[in-house]
């Protein structure tokens, strides 16, 4: 009975590097476009019509790039817990405290100069995110608990604590019964730059995956966490302290997951309102895989991804449903994944006994 | 409260804790032999809705629960062709398998939203045992799935512990090189458990569209399936503390429930989170009592290269 059987590569090529996630992109698109002639729509002007609807026009990308910053943040945000192996699936919920707590000052103190305001909007963020991501770091850290299903039960938590906010203690009493905070005072608006949407967020973001780069490579904390990802074991015998780097990663993981709350009130919405993450915290997973947790291929991926959302919303107009999104987003990590083991083995086909 | 609400309760609970149930029981046959499947909710969503569509196509909701196994299956294999063939992440690939999983069955559902059927299943009392008080109606007094959901459990608490099969299993979750060295094929075994584990999370979908809802609504398992990866650790990978833990689970969510329609002044929002909340403590409580990840399959979430045993 023949069988599949890998075999290991001599050397990993460059080639496929690239030609992986590109060939993991396009086969997404092929499988999205089964689900889309089933339910009879036609792919290639779907497809078509997603493209236009995210790079067709000044507005069009204008709009991706507003919906790629909290994925590029998020996803670099994320990706640091990855490279440690910390499964850190709780961004959205970090968004959501982020976004709470940005929002608390900036309707309680929206008088001061937006000089203060502002970085305090941003620690607030960056703190809330912090210790949502901190919870189940510290967890891991003491006790071994499992990191995963924390993050992801912490996410539930936070939405629901947004919503009570927005539909109880800090509705505007002017929304006419809508579930909104009143709007921030014009000192907690990040600016935006030009006549569009994109505001400052996008510099923010690129700012933190130039230090992202620096870090990784070039301090030794960036060192302790690659050991680390790779072996706690080892780590430990070379005297680094795990617990401590486990604390300090997912506090930060967390923290700029925060900051992407903050950043999409402040440069946004400019008032709490649920749905403030439509799933960014989850996206942002897949952007970091596919980014293979690079910084730089991470801003690439997230732009990419914001693409994809905004010609998802465009495809509504014309009734497919925006879980075409979704399908796609899951096929490229299977894809992606089952490539990346081409990266390392060949498969060939043996016979039983020569297994 | 008074006793006949107790009853009530307890009743809600069993109702509300079978889709736990079989989720977590799929779970814990798929990581026993060492695959670690976080697309639980995923392969339940594309359950809940296949079986839903084929029960209103086809009028007969046996079509229907036959076809949400099949799509949790087929869910089940992509992880583990991922996942053991190709040896691939099983945390990302579990993660895809959710997000792919909520986004065929939003697709596919979109038609469905809205749409009403009947109540396929009958309560079925089951003679003389239905009559004892408390216990009748709590255990009692269910119908057919409920009632599969139960012995099922037991069924794989049998298989797992008392047959050959379920000592081929546990080794190769436990060690698969040894298991390879006697002639167990590990490769088999994880597609096995991880196909079936696909089925049973199909059935759980199935549960919530056609017995519990019955309806289809997008995103309906509203983070059920992650609440039974939680289980299967609060059960300590054995089936027998897996039902006690879903009903457990079933009762909290049965009492958030009644809670809100009796006006409670908690906020809905708060009652929504309790839930998770619980489920955060119970994973703390239980890790820290068994200190660190004690009765975890050794081998999980480990692929399996026979060159590097």
New interface residues.
Partial sequence: MPG?K?I?RENESILPKILVPLLAIILAFLSGAI?LSI?GFNPGETYIKMFTGAFGSTYALAETIVKAIPLMLAGLAVSLAFRMKL?N?GAEGQIYMGAFAASGLALSFGNLSPWFLLPLMMLAGFTAGGIWGLIPGA?RAF????E???T???N??AI??V??LV??PWKDPESLGFPLTPRFSPNAYLPALGDTRVHMGLLIAIAIAVLFFLLIKYTRWGYEIRVIGESRAAAHYAGMDVIKNILLVMAISGGIAGLAGMIEVSGITHRLQPGISPGYG?TA??VA?LGRLDPFAIIVVAFLFGALLIGGFNLQSYAV???????????V??FL??G??FMKYRLSVVRKEDQ | MDSAAIVALLTAAVVVGTPLLYAAMGELLTERSGILNLGVEGMMLVGAVLGFMITVNTGNYWYGILAAMFGGGMMAAIHAFISVTLRGNQVVSGLALTIFGTGVSGFMGKPYQGVNISMPFDIINIPVLSKIPVLGPVFFSHNILVYASILIALVLWYILYRTRWGLTIRSVGENPAAADAVGISVSRVRYLCTITGGILAGLAGAYLSLAYAPSWQENMTAGRGWIAVALVIFALWNPLRAILGSYLFGGVEALTFRLQATGVTISPFFLSMFPYILTVLVLVIVTIRLRQEAGAPTALATPYDREER
Avoid at chain 1, 321 to 331: D, E, N
């Fill in positions: 599949l890998l290991k689900f339910s499964w699936i967890l006790w071994e608990v499992n995963t299903i924390i992801l039960m912490l539930y938590i629901f604590w919503d009570f539909f109880g989850y997973i897949i895989w449903p925006f879980s075409i999104v979704l399908i796609l987003q899951g096929a990590l299977f994944l089952a990346e083991i």
